[in-house]
């Protein structure tokens, strides 16, 4: 069984951006807003697993 993607709730998308891309080595996939939401995914180095990032 492989993950391929899967959403983290957090407080902050942009301090969890700065997180996952300069202390973890994720590269960021996408990144855009419709109205007040946003879509934010990253992705791990082997592009195995994403991560979305949902504001709660």
């Given at each position: 069984m492989k993950i391929?993607?899967?959403?983290v709730y957090v407080d902050d998308?942009?301090?969890a951006l700065r997180f996952y891309t300069?202390?973890?080595g994720f590269a960021k996939k996408a990144d855009f807003?419709?109205?007040p939401y946003r879509w934010l995914?990253?992705?791990s180095p082997e592009d195995r697993t994403a991560l979305s990032y949902?504001?709660?």
């Open positions: 391929k993607l899967t959403s998308q942009d301090k300069e202390v973890l807003s419709n109205g995914t990253v992705a949902n504001w709660r």
